[in-house]
């Protein structure tokens, strides 16, 4: 079976500089394997980006979860779980791939 190859990146801070709870990336890891099936993690990944509407400069150490869906029908439950987190971890964006395509949501 032929599986797409997938990833969320996943901040470890808040926009604030407090570090995201362990609660927070339980729930996120459970949601993966209860809708997908399971995950690959990556861990102390640093990046950063401007936001070009204001011009403010962040700078993130991230988690990157690698997840393989054996159909494309999941790519909505992918885009479901970035929702999520973009949601609770109060973030302007959060960057996904899909077969190697990256977006924003």
Do not use: C
């Not at 190859?5 to 949601?31: A, C, H, W």
């Not at 159909?71 to 999520?84: E, F, L, N, P, R």
């Amino acid at each position: 079976m032929a599986l797409i190859d997938t990833f969320i990146l996943v901040p470890v801070e808040y926009n604030d500089g407090r570090k995201v709870e362990e609660s927070k990336f339980d729930q996120l890891e459970l949601m993966i394997m209860e809708q997908v099936g399971g995950f690959t993690q990556e861990t102390g990944l640093r990046g950063g980006w401007r936001d070009p509407r204001t011009g403010k400069v962040y700078r993130d150490e991230h988690v990157k979860y690698v997840i393989g869906i054996d159909s494309w029908a999941k790519v909505s439950d992918i885009i479901g779980i970035a929702k999520w987190v973009k949601k609770e971890w109060a973030q302007e964006s959060v960057y996904i791939s899909i077969a190697g395509i990256p977006d924003f949501v």
